[in-house]
Structure formats: structure tokens, C-alpha cells
């Protein structure tokens, strides 16, 4: 009687979670070439009598020299000409010479994306900030002060051409993916739905490349295997996608096909975790190479925790392919860390379970969790990485940094169980 009571119990508490989770209503909202709408905003803004940016062929790139001289953002009428984000300006010169290339100005950027937030927190207490340029926005208890989410997606995007001068995509569905792969499916200045009911019409048929998380690489196997549509992804078991992919990527990808995200809306908030990221100088798959970044990025955050006293127990990984496609894994440790070391083995075996052979173009590696006064009592793992020498040593590391920069020392790969010291002024710390 009592199992059958709690079985009674576990259903009823299940399903109520499973229809609040259907009951609630995303926002996804892009911002339409972002970088170049938010130039072409300012220009008209200061008066500048300049032609309209989105008007013309045109695009933000940066130095051709450097690795900064890909398109960040194109108009409309450069995308004619086959202009797309990513490829070099000499490439996208070449398939429209008299394109016009501005160099991006980040200063703008922010205050434009600052604008943009402070407005849609007129509407709803819970955003996550995806990028500069995007975030997801929880519409649920806001209907009953701002009405139906179709309706008030029209007057969020309305308010946002006219009161701040650029266009935004809105994608509506009661979960985060199906928000996401609403916004995509028509560009620009649109506001779209994509439910549940939806997916068979709207999503099903699109090929397996548009299907979020799905890049070249995994494109390529899926393509292999006959799988040339989402709709074809979503005819395989679960069981096939795990034996021809990793775990975590097969269960993805079947979640993904079906619509299948019960991920929150989480509030962005400021110190709720230190991080790092970096642009790689050429797109890479090479492992020795993605350990030396994820090294460095360690080191980096190591240090920023261990200068504000904080340690961290949930380590984040994320990737950023060659097609600007990015995705990230996390995992909570038993335990708080600001060990160099520790950060660097934790998210090096997270980033080997996740990663999709993709070419690389960004890392970035964040500790969250963050407490100042956390007594923890270590594991045996963490005893044999965090001993005392090794904490001695960052000690002095961060000393050395402090007084001569940063460049005054760089590590070694922890299992070397060494330091490369660039100045002899170690010393001054015996």
C-alpha cells in the first residue's frame, strides 16, 4: 500500500512539473547583424549624413593582418552576393568588390547591448544573457500584466526599432532550443512561433546543419549515416545516436530532434562566476595546442579567484566552432577550488566528453559557485593536487605577477611538475 501511495505521489509531482514546464512561454530575441545595425543606429544618432549601413552592401571586419580580419556582421545586400559571417574580408572582397568595411567598435557595442537589456527588463524579471547580442527572456508570469506573448513580442520589437533604431527576431516556444530555432527560421524583423504542435511543420523538414549544436563535423557523420534532415534525426532511437556518438552528444541530439530542452532561464547576474576566454589565431584541432589554451586559460582564473579569495566548485567549459556555433558543458565538483592545476584537469576531461572533433575557434573556461568563506573538507583527489608545495607555489606565482606583470612567468604543463621561470627574480621571494 505504501509503495503504491508513493508511486501515486511521484506521478502526480512529475506530471505537475512536466505542465508547468509546457506552461511556460521563452522569448528568444536576436538582434539583426548586431554589430552593423548597432554602427549604422549610432551614425544616424550623431547626425552623421553617412548612407545607412543595412542600405548597402556592407560589413564590420576588422584587420586583415591580424586574426581579426574575418566578417563579424554583413547587411542584407552583402548577404546577396554570398558575403557570410566568419570568412576573411579578402574573401568576401573577392565575391563583392565594392563591399564596405567598417572596423568594429566594442565601445558601441555595449552600450547598445546595455540599451537593449535595460528596455526588455521592463518586461520580465528573468533574462539570461546569452551574448552581447541575444538572450532568452522567461514570458510566463508576465502574461498576466503584459497579455498574450505574440502580441506583446510585436510591441517588445516595435518599441526596440523605434525607441533604440535597430531590428530584433523573436522566437517564441515554452523552452529554451525551440525559442532559439523559432528566431532563426526567417530573418530579419520577425516574430515567430515554433510549439511543440509546430515542430512537425516548421522544424522536421529543415536540413540537419540548422538543427542547434549540429556543426560541420557532425554534420558530416550524420550525413554518413543517412542523415540528411532533422526529421531523419528524428526517426533514430536514442540507442543508435549513443553507439555512433559520444553519451552526452547522442542523448543531445536525440533531445534536440524532438524538441526536447527542460533547461531554466537562468537570471545573469554579475561575480556569479570568473572566467575566460580566448579566440585561437587559426582554427585548430589539435589537442596539444587546445591544451596549451586551456593551460593558460586556467592560470588566468586561478589567479582572478585567488586575488579576490574565492574558490568555485562548478567548472564551465565552452566551445566556439569555425561557424561561430558555440555550446559548453559544465560539471559541480564535491569540493571549492582556486588550484590552477585542478581547474586545468577538470575542464580538460570535461571538454574531452563533449567536445564534437569540430575546428575550434574560441575556448573559454569560467568557475562558478562561487563562496569566500566556504570550509570544505578536501577530497582525497583534491589533497594530492592542492598540497601545500603546489599552493606555495601559486602563492609566489601571484606575487611575481603582482609586482612584474603577468608575462614574468608562464607554467609548464602540470604533469612536467614544473614552472618555467622567465626572470631570475624568484629570488626576491626566498
Not at 7 to 14: D, E, G, R, T, W
Not at 49 to 77: M, N, W
Not at 91 to 101: D, H, M, S, T, V
Request: glycine share 6%.
Amino acid at each position: 500500500m505504501f509503495d503504491f501511495c508513493y508511486i501515486l505521489c511521484y506521478i502526480f509531482y512529475y506530471t505537475k512539473g512536466m505542465l508547468k514546464k509546457m506552461g511556460r512561454i521563452i522569448f528568444h530575441i536576436d538582434v539583426n547583424s548586431a554589430f552593423l545595425s548597432w554602427q549604422a543606429a549610432y551614425n544616424k544618432k550623431m547626425g552623421n549624413k553617412e548612407v545607412d549601413l543595412r542600405s548597402i552592401p556592407s560589413a564590420v571586419g576588422g584587420d586583415e593582418a591580424k586574426r581579426k580580419g574575418v566578417v563579424l556582421a554583413k547587411s542584407q545586400k552583402a548577404k546577396k552576393y554570398g558575403v557570410r559571417t566568419g570568412e576573411s574580408l579578402f574573401e568576401a572582397r573577392k565575391k563583392c568588390p565594392n563591399l564596405l568595411i567598417v572596423k568594429p567598435n566594442f565601445k558601441i557595442y555595449r552600450m547598445y547591448s546595455n540599451k537593449l537589456f535595460d528596455l526588455l527588463s521592463e518586461y520580465s524579471d528573468t533574462i539570461e544573457r546569452y551574448s552581447i547580442d541575444e538572450c532568452f527572456l522567461d514570458y510566463t508570469s508576465s502574461q498576466k500584466l503584459f497579455g498574450e506573448p505574440i502580441k506583446a513580442a510585436y510591441e517588445i520589437k516595435e518599441r526596440i526599432k523605434r525607441e533604440l533604431g535597430f531590428t530584433v527576431n523573436i522566437g517564441i516556444s515554452n523552452n529554451k532550443l525551440l525559442a532559439k530555432m523559432a528566431g532563426d527560421l526567417k530573418k530579419p524583423d520577425k516574430v515567430i512561433t515554433l510549439f511543440p504542435e509546430e515542430i512537425e511543420e516548421k522544424m522536421l523538414p529543415l536540413t540537419i546543419n540548422e538543427l542547434f549544436m549540429v556543426g560541420r563535423k557532425t554534420k558530416e557523420k550524420l550525413n554518413s549515416l543517412g542523415i540528411k534532415t532533422i526529421g531523419d534525426l528524428n526517426k533514430c532511437s536514442m540507442g543508435f545516436l549513443i553507439s555512433n556518438f559520444k553519451k552526452a552528444q547522442g542523448t543531445m541530439l536525440y533531445n534536440y530532434s524532438h524538441g526536447i530542452d527542460e533547461s531554466e532561464v537562468e537570471i545573469s547576474r554579475q561575480t556569479k562566476s570568473i572566467g575566460n576566454s580566448t579566440t585561437l589565431k587559426n582554427d585548430t584541432t589539435d589537442i596539444n595546442e587546445v591544451k596549451k589554451v586551456f593551460l593558460a586559460l586556467s592560470d588566468s582564473v586561478g589567479t582572478r579567484l585567488r586575488r579576490k579569495d574565492l574558490k568555485g566548485n562548478t567548472i564551465t567549459v565552452t566551445i566556439k566552432n569555425n561557424l561561430f556555433h558555440s555550446y559548453s558543458h559544465q560539471r559541480t565538483l564535491p569540493y571549492f577550488t582556486n588550484s590552477t592545476n585542478t581547474i586545468y584537469e577538470q575542464a580538460f576531461k570535461l571538454f574531452n566528453e563533449f567536445w564534437n572533433n569540430d575546428a575550434i575557434r574560441l575556448l573559454g573556461i569560467s568557475v562558478g559557485g562561487l563562496n569566500k568563506d566556504e570550509v570544505n573538507q578536501l577530497s582525497l583527489i583534491e589533497e594530492k593536487i592542492e598540497n601545500e608545495k603546489m599552493k606555495k607555489i601559486e602563492e609566489v606565482m601571484d606575487k611575481l605577477r603582482d609586482n612584474y606583470g603577468q608575462d614574468i612567468i608562464k607554467r609548464g604543463e602540470p604533469k612536467e611538475k614544473t614552472h618555467k621561470i622567465i626572470s631570475d627574480k624568484l629570488d626576491y621571494f626566498k
